[in-house]
């Protein structure tokens, strides 16, 4: 379990981040038209798995553009953006902003926020997922984890994007 903070208050998450040098778990996370998608998937690709509690917050959607901004000049990577919303909710945001260059994929019916301890288990955000990032090597490697502390503030973009090189 992690302990983190949203507004100063604690919260508390389900489990850890995988470890750094950890193989990530198999997934499935449902896109905007309904199909699911697995860590096969993105075969051969580096993954950074930007996870937030909901695109309809500021932090949220402010790190979905960022991400959608660095994601253009990564080479052979991915960016996959995970929360509990709806994928009709994600596709509208993605579309509405332009977010051409991300992944945006729902865990509304799967067990993805408990399989890489992310959800959060207590306070009026109970059953969403906290801000964290992943980012893992083409074979899925763990290289670089990140469970945001304050659930307000963004992650440290350019440390995950740099785990990438």
């Known amino acids: 379990m992690a302990t983190i ?5 604690e919260i508390h998450t389900s489990g850890t981040l995988p470890s750094v040098g950890t193989a990530i778990r198999e997934f499935e996370l449902v896109d905007s038209n309904l ?20 695109i ?6 402010a790190s979905a553009r960022k991400f959608n901004e660095e994601a253009s000049s990564l080479d052979n990577a991915v960016v996959i953006n995970v929360s509990k919303d709806l994928p009709f909710a994600l596709g509208r945001f993605c579309a509405a ?15 993805f926020g408990d399989d890489y301890g992310v959800t959060i288990t207590d306070s009026p955000m109970k059953g969403l997922l906290s801000r964290a990032v992943i980012v893992t090597d083409a074979d899925n490697k763990v290289v670089y ?11 440290d973009y350019s440390a995950a994007i740099n785990a990438l090189k």
Do not use: M, Y
């Open 56 to 61: 309809d917050t500021g932090v949220c959607a």
């Open 145 to 155: 984890v990140e469970q945001v502390p304050e659930i307000a503030s963004e992650p």
């Open 5 to 9: 903070t949203l507004k100063g208050n």
């Open 35 to 54: 199909n699911v998608k697995t860590l096969s998937d993105f075969e051969g690709k580096k993954k950074v798995f930007n996870i937030f509690p909901s």
């Open 97 to 111: 902003e332009g977010l051409n260059n991300v992944e945006t994929l729902s865990d509304f019916r799967g067990s």
